[in-house]
């Protein structure tokens, strides 16, 4: 096999070919989309304790 086609066939299977005609970048910004809508919201942050306030006697 002469040089210039092997040069040729690395080249062509280093690039990153498109799944069933879809782009790369199309395929992952579906799967980022996917697990932002699968994901459950996180919980609340919990709240610092406030010292208690000092009780009047009941009169």
Do not use: F, N, W, Y
């Not at 062509?12 to 697990?35: F, K, T």
């Not at 809508?37 to 006697?57: G, L, M, Q």
């Amino acid at each position: 096999m002469p040089a210039h086609q092997s040069a040729r066939r690395t080249t062509a299977q280093s690039r990153p070919q498109p799944v069933s005609g879809i782009p790369m970048h199309d395929l992952l910004a579906s799967c980022a989309a996917a697990a932002a809508i699968s994901t459950p919201p996180r919980a609340p942050e919990p709240r610092p304790c406030e010292p208690a306030k000092e009780h009047r006697e009941a009169a």
